[in-house]
C-alpha cells in the first residue's frame, strides 16, 4: 500500500492556472495505472487524466486542451498541470495510485 499526498490546490479566476503535484510515500512503476480525479459537491467523482498500464494518457473531454498530466518516477511524484481555468473546474482532486487514493487538494475558480 502507497501513501498518496496532494498538494498545490487553491483559489485562482477563471482563466487562472495552477500546478497540482501527488507525492507517494513508496516507489510508483509506470506498469501501474495511476492517474487524477474529481468530485464537485452533489457529484460523482469523475476522471480527470490517467496513465493507463499500457502507458497511454486518457483525459476527460472537459479538459483536453487545458490539463496535462506528467509524472516523474525518480521522484514517485506525478502532477496535473491545469491551465485556462473554468468555474466548472472547482472540485475536490484525488490522485490515485493502483487502488489507493489520496486525501484530496481543493480546487475552486471564482471570481
Known amino acids: 500500500q502507497v501513501r498518496l499526498v496532494e498538494s498545490g490546490g487553491g483559489l485562482v479566476q477563471p482563466g487562472g492556472s495552477l500546478r497540482l503535484s501527488c507525492a507517494a510515500s513508496?516507489?510508483?512503476?509506470?506498469?501501474?495505472?495511476m492517474g487524477w480525479y474529481r468530485q464537485a459537491p452533489e457529484k460523482q467523482r469523475e476522471l480527470v487524466a490517467v496513465?493507463?498500464?499500457?502507458?497511454?494518457?486518457n483525459y476527460a473531454d472537459s479538459v483536453k486542451g487545458r490539463f496535462t498530466i506528467s509524472r516523474n518516477l525518480a521522484k514517485n511524484t506525478m502532477y496535473l498541470q491545469m491551465n485556462n481555468l473554468k468555474p466548472e473546474d472547482t472540485a475536490v482532486y484525488y490522485c490515485?495510485?493502483?487502488?489507493?487514493w489520496g486525501q484530496g487538494t481543493q480546487v475552486t475558480v471564482s471570481s
Open positions: 513508496g516507489r510508483i512503476f509506470s506498469s501501474y495505472t
Open positions: 496513465f493507463t498500464t499500457g502507458g497511454y494518457l
Open positions: 490515485k495510485y493502483r487502488t489507493d
